[in-house]
């Protein structure tokens, strides 16, 4: 599959969950060494369990996609990123751009905490095992969405489709690009994303999200030239306002 570029399909992908550990490109070593130089300057960070794929794992073919995943650490994902090892595994990440009732779409800027600090992204992140039912990575979707903005399925959501697949070679991850519509106005997902975040932080949790971005389609092109907007936002919306417009 080509790096940095969509790759259209609209069937729900169908995901093998191996039980075999990822096994890294390079030493457990290494990367432990790596990890504890990482987590000195973010020690917010924990190493927790990730989903996993390789290039020769990943089958899209028409319509549809095959997707074989392994369990692995969070440090390797970010020992990829580090050294831009982009040529043998990937995180799977599904994300959603959410639209609202009255026509906005729905982007986060990531907080400067994360991974991917003030990045502006479509919302979600990395699989874990659980998201896996059957050969389905729906629960994933849905629960990304809500930790990142507090939309909850399907009190919120009418209905959801997928855009494509997307390999962003900068972290790298296989991304799964989904929409989904809402039956919230922009001004109501705003006042539930700062109750979310709110209650985060009562409880003592960071947010990854630091606030949402509402673009209406006549604004896309210059929501586009911000240098913060993640490569994959535009042909993604390109491709979602393209659809909804036939």
Known sequence: MELDKLIHFTLAPEVNLDNTPIKPAVSETEIATFWEGYQRINPESFNGKILYSSHKEIDISG?????????????????????????LHLTVAPVTIPITSDGFSVY???AKHTAHGEKILALGGGLI?????????????????????????????INQGLIG????????TLLIVHYCMLNLKKDQVAVLFESHNGALRTAGKLPEIEDL???????????????NVSPYIPPAAKELHYRKMK
């Not at 697949?165 to 790298?172: L, R, V």
């Not at 509402?214 to 240098?227: A, C, G, Q, S």
Request: hydrophobic share 35%; proline share 4%.
């Open 165 to 172: 697949a997307y390999i962003y070679s900068q972290i790298p």
């Open 129 to 157: 095992k659980a998201d896996i039912q059957g050969n389905s990575l729906e629960a994933g979707v849905w629960r990304e969405l809500s930790e990142e903005s507090g939309l909850q399925h399907p009190q919120h959501t």
């Open 63 to 87: 319509d549809k996609a095959i997707i074989t995943l392994h369990e692995g650490d969070y440090a390797y994902c970010m020992y990829l990123m580090a050294h831009q090892m982009v040529n």
């Open 213 to 227: 971005l509402f673009i209406h389609r006549n604004n896309l092109k210059t929501f586009f030239e911000d240098p």
């Open 108 to 110: 986060g800027r990531q």
